[in-house]
Every structure is written in C-alpha cells, then in structure tokens.
C-alpha cells in the first residue's frame, strides 16, 4: 500500500525557516517523480515544487523560486522539502504527491503558519 506521511510543519515567524519530510512507503521513491502542493486557507492547490526519477531535475513555482529547496533520500525513502525566508503567504497545509500508474497519492498534509 502506498504511503505518504508529511511532517515538519509548524509555526514560523517571517523570515524564518522550516525543513518539510515526507516519508513514503509502499513504494521506492526513487522510481517515480515526485512533488510537493500546498493549499492555503480559502484558497486551491498550488503546485510548488517537483522532482524528477533521476533526481537531478527540479523545478519550482515562482513563488517559491529561490527560496525552497527540494530534495530527497533515496536510501531513507524520504522526500524533503527545505523552506527559507518564509512568509506570510506560505502559510497553508503542505502535501508531497506521487503519480503511480496514473493514480494520484497524497499524505494528510503538515500545517505551516508564518505569523509574528
């Protein structure tokens, strides 16, 4: 069965940093590509991040170009998501994704709140 588990979320003041997991089972993480959506309140998904099979392609929003960083551990299983200069917008429920034989997978999601 596969699975998704995000962590790190939490509370950050602007400015600040957070470092997103994603622990995946089920699956061998490095086979597919995988990404990372966010959903801030009132509002729809937004696509942030993505990684190739071979990680070592990435690709970004522009909104978060130059300020998140995705990565993973393939000897872990984990998808990561390193988040610097946060803001206020960034405040939303975080979920990593996978595309397996066209079905798509998600966690519950980790909660980051940029507030002073």
């Known amino acids: 069965e596969v699975q998704l588990v995000e962590s790190g979320g939490g509370l950050v003041q602007p400015g600040g940093s957070l470092t997103l997991a994603c622990a995946a089972s089920?699956?061998?993480?490095?086979?597919?590509?995988m990404g990372w959506v966010r959903q801030a309140p009132g509002k729809g998904l937004e696509w942030l991040s993505g990684i190739n099979t071979g990680g070592d392609i990435t690709t970004y929003a522009d909104s978060v170009k130059g300020r998140f960083t995705i990565s993973r551990d393939g000897a872990k299983n984990m998808l990561y998501l390193q988040m610097n200069r946060l803001q206020f917008e960034d405040t939303a429920v975080y979920y990593c994704?996978?595309?397996?034989?066209?079905?798509?997978?998600w966690g519950e999601g980790t909660r980051v709140t940029v507030s002073s």
């Open positions: 994704n996978v595309v397996i034989f066209s079905y798509s997978h």
């Open positions: 089920g699956f061998t993480l490095t086979n597919y590509a």
